[in-house]
Nanobody
Framework: QVQLVESGGGLVQAGGSLRLSCAAS????????MRWYRQAPGKQRELVAV????????NYADSVKGRFTISRDNAKKTVYLQMNSLTPEDTAIYFC???????????????WGQGTQVTVSA
């Protein structure tokens, strides 16, 4: 069993910052790419940022470039999303996603966290 648990969401004023964390746990053999998605009310879920395993290559949605930074700590099996200069348009539920191979199957599949709410007030 593999679980992803997000934390760090909350209410912040426009221009403020938040740091999200997502920790993977369970019967993990290996973790490949890790991602952050978000879903605002009435909108589709969108990819915000992704970070690879080997060289920690990162990619961002155009809407967050220069403001958000994704990073990971492989020893802690944790991915982070540092969010700066937040605007009300960043209000959404933020979900962690990771490609994980469990010990039993040693086959990579995608796992999702339960999501954490980020609300940015004007």
């Amino acid at each position: 069993q593999v679980q992803l648990v997000e934390s760090g969401g909350g209410l912040v004023q426009a221009g403020g910052s938040l740091r999200l964390s997502c920790a993977a746990s369970g019967s993990i053999f290996a973790i490949d790419a890790m991602r952050w998605y978000r879903q605002a009310p009435g909108k589709q879920r969108e990819l915000v940022a992704v970070i690879t395993t080997i060289d920690s290559t990162t990619n961002y949605a155009d809407s967050v470039k220069g403001r958000f930074t994704i990073s990971r700590d492989n020893a802690k099996k944790t991915v982070y999303l540092q969010m700066n200069s937040l605007t009300p348009e960043d209000t959404a539920i933020y979900f962690c996603n990771a490609d994980v191979a469990d010990i039993r199957t040693m086959t990579f599949r995608g796992y999702w966290g339960q999501g954490t709410q980020v609300t940015v007030s004007a």
